[in-house]
């Protein structure tokens, strides 16, 4: 987002992972550090959560959690 900077207040990034760990293959620190860097971007980072609907318009978590979206990677 540094290089468009006018559009933070408009967008949100959900990074959404089933495990209670990013990069679980590697030591704990290193998915720690990488959480903490994500989250100082202004990643939404929900660990332990699965998707469990997706359409056009948003998805669905498996904690009922509803998250519109126009666009889903």
């Known amino acids: ?4 900077p006018s559009l933070v207040s ?3 990034v959900f990074l959404v992972e ?24 202004g990643f939404e980072v929900l660990l332990k959560t699965s998707i469990t609907d997706v359409w056009a318009g948003g998805i669905r978590t498996d ?6 979206t126009n666009t889903i990677i």
Do not use: C, V
């Open 18 to 41: 089933a495990q209670d760990a990013l990069l679980s293959g590697m030591k704990p620190k290193m998915s720690e550090l990488a959480i903490s860097r994500l989250r100082s971007w």
């Open 10 to 12: 408009q967008t949100r």
């Open 63 to 68: 904690d009922g959690q509803t998250i519109t």
């Open 1 to 4: 987002m540094r290089y468009y």
